[in-house]
């Protein structure tokens, strides 16, 4: 196939941040090993005009923000600011916010934000354990059994919003039951269940067992997102291989693409990563496609 006849139509970035570095002590403290590498590069500013420049290069003309981990105690100023940020310029067009839903209280937190701006249309608190140090998140693999927890993602219903899950294949069995749980609660799948090591079989047979769990739950969304995270590079190969295996047991409908903007600018410029994306779906029809890249993220998101 030429160039020509790779996708062209309209984007939607699920998944992208931009942040002031003074805001996020894990920006502004000491390096340690994280999951994604050596951070250097984005230990500053990455305010809405870069973002902007970076996705006009990638031909992106609506976004969702996503929290980048603010201090739990300043989500509510979070809100404020992206809500200020839209006012001003127009992006992005929707957010995820973030709240301690491990707080009795988190409920009043997300209330308070939902007054702040209609922007917001869920919650994201990173779950994520593995037995590498780097790589965790959570304090625990099993942290969505807590009953606190579970009793704030009920909430989500009634508030009407979404959660954005970020759980490793060896937790996708707990991540199973809690969607079974709550039906009436959307949950956004975020980096498409972090598969480390597609070129491992049997890191390969975990993530696809418990992705097909997920599969058949139909309050799930997969997030295309996030696959530089492990490697620390644009491989077109696993880029390939997490496309087709979520669209094949998931389907284009539960699919949508994003950047991860600025963390894969670590190794990548937003251009680059969107035609990656755009090769890795060039076999699949042109409905897919535009599932993919701007529907499915639409109609989740309410754009």
Request: proline share 6%.
């Given at each position: 196939m030429s160039?020509?006849?790779l996708?062209a ?11 002031r570095q003074?805001?996020?002590p894990?920006?502004?403290?000491p ?10 590069p984005?230990?500053?500013?990455y305010l809405?005009?870069e ?7 990638a031909?992106i003309r ?10 739990l ?13 839209n006012e ?13 839903l491990f ?14 701006s ?8 990173q779950?994520?354990w593995h ?8 304090s625990?693999p099993?942290t ?9 993602i ?9 959660f954005?899950?970020q ?11 809690l ?7 959307t949950?956004v ?9 597609h ?9 696809r ?13 997969v ?11 644009v ?22 693409f ?5 963390v894969?600018k ?31 993220a ?6």
């Amino acid at each position: 196939m030429s160039e020509d006849s790779l996708y062209a139509g309209d984007i939607v970035d699920s998944h992208h941040h931009v942040w002031r570095q003074a805001d996020m002590p894990w920006l502004s403290g000491p390096m340690v090993p994280r999951i994604f590498g050596p951070y250097e590069p984005i230990r500053r500013d990455y305010l809405i005009q870069e973002y902007r420049d970076d996705a006009a290069a990638a031909g992106i003309r609506t976004s969702v923000y996503v929290q980048p981990n603010w201090p739990l105690d300043r989500v509510v100023d979070e809100v404020r600011w992206i809500a200020e940020l839209n006012e001003r310029t127009g992006w992005p067009m929707a957010m995820v916010g973030c709240a301690d839903l491990f707080a009795p209280n988190a409920v009043d937190v997300m209330r308070e934000q939902q007054a702040l701006s209609r922007l917001v249309v869920g919650t994201r608190l990173q779950l994520h354990w593995h037995e590498r140090p780097e790589f965790r998140f959570a304090s625990g693999p099993d942290t969505m059994k807590d009953p606190v927890f579970r009793s704030n993602i009920a909430a989500l219903a009634d508030l009407g919003w979404l959660f954005e899950l970020q759980v490793f294949a060896g937790q996708m069995h707990d991540a199973a039951a809690l969607v079974a749980d709550h039906p009436a609660v959307t949950f956004v799948l975020v980096h498409a269940g972090m598969l480390t090591d597609h070129t491992d079989p049997e890191v390969v047979a975990s993530w696809r067992a418990g992705m097909r769990m997920l599969a058949a739950l139909p309050n799930v969304v997969v997030k295309l997102t996030g696959q530089g995270t492990f490697v620390h590079r644009v491989d077109p190969s696993l880029i390939r291989f997490v496309a087709d295996e979520v669209l094949d047991l998931f389907g284009s409908s539960r699919a949508m693409f994003g950047t991860n903007l600025p963390v894969e600018k670590l190794w990548t410029t937003s251009a680059e990563l969107t035609h990656a994306w755009k090769q890795a779906l060039r076999h699949r029809t042109e409905d897919e496609q535009f599932d993919v890249f701007s529907r499915t993220a639409r109609r989740v998101y309410g754009l």
